[in-house]
């Protein structure tokens, strides 16, 4: 028996999916892009019920809108839903979703940093500028989130802004998502004449990616629709943990990196090699 006759063949949801190298160009150039069709109509059909179980459970318990913060009018946010619920799993842990993310970056291969679900309620606010990674004690620029809409997302709903060529500049500033990042990311975009692209209405299982320093926002919604959307965030294969544990990335530490010593590898038991596998 040959060794690829041993290999597992991945299907279902993990079947590869190959990305035209215009896409991967434009990755690489602006710190974003769309991929349209990632996943299945079939594939949203079956794994949108079990997030959307999660989503509601969060919107039960969460204050009424018009008594939160901006950052908690953005969006009800899930954290690591395939540890609550084994049908998400497969999902998170896509070997197909993890390769198209290391091939945008080039990476050899990626592991896991978390999920996250990000519903915007009807009439919530919108998602201020930042960088994700202001977040992150990463050693590396090789970061990268998936934002993937659950349910068809029109126009008027929208999806991510981005300010193109921005993770070239790495840290723009301290901000994290708040009033004070939206005043200070919206001067700088204007003052330093960032182009800023959006890939505009998307169906359920489109995603968009960017990377971690790609400065971002979304609209609010001032709609009926509850905007549903899963996200996975992944890094190189191989990156180290932070020195710069300040701010908020102390707390993305001790919760998604099992607080490894900084300066060793970040390979812990919640960021499994998701590609190759
Ligand atoms: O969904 C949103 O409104 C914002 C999402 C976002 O900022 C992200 O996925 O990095």
């Known amino acids: 028996m040959t060794l690829s006759a041993e290999l597992p063949?991945?299907?279902g949801i993990d079947a590869p999916f190959e990305v035209d190298d215009a896409t991967v160009e434009g990755f690489r150039k602006n710190g974003h892009a769309v991929v349209r069709g990632l996943a299945s109509a079939e594939e949203i059909a079956e794994f949108a019920p079990p997030i959307l179980a999660q989503e509601r459970a969060l919107a039960a318990k969460a204050p009424p809108l018009e008594e939160r913060s901006t950052y908690f009018k953005a969006f009800l946010q899930g954290h690591n839903l395939w540890m609550r619920d084994p049908a998400i799993k497969p999902f998170v842990f896509s070997a197909r979703f993890a390769k198209v993310?290391?091939?945008?970056?080039?990476a050899p291969g990626v592991r896991l940093y978390h999920d996250q679900s990000l519903t915007k309620e009807p009439g919530g606010g919108h998602t201020p500028w930042h960088q994700d990674q202001t977040y992150w004690p990463l050693d590396t620029d090789d970061t990268i989130t998936m934002?993937?809409?659950l349910v068809d997302v029109p126009a008027d709903v929208g999806s991510m802004t981005f300010a193109d060529q921005s993770h070239i500049r790495r840290d723009l500033g301290p901000w994290v998502i708040g009033d004070e990042s939206e005043a200070a990311f919206s001067e700088m975009v204007e003052r330093e004449g960032f182009s800023t692209s959006t890939h505009g209405p998307m169906k359920a299982g489109d995603a968009t990616f960017h990377r971690g320093w790609t400065l971002?926002?979304?609209?609010a919604n001032p709609t009926d629709l509850v905007r549903s959307v899963m996200t996975v965030i992944w890094y190189a294969d191989g990156t180290k943990v932070s020195a710069d544990l300040t701010g908020m990335r102390a707390m993305d530490h001790q919760f998604w990196l099992n607080a490894i010593p900084p300066g060793e590898l970040a390979d812990g038991p919640l960021n499994p090699r998701l590609w190759p596998r």
């Not at 993310?101 to 080039?106: K, R, S």
Request: zero cysteines.
């Open 101 to 106: 993310a290391a091939d945008l970056m080039g």
């Open 147 to 149: 934002w993937m809409p």
């Open 9 to 11: 063949a991945f299907s």
């Open 216 to 219: 971002h926002r979304a609209p």
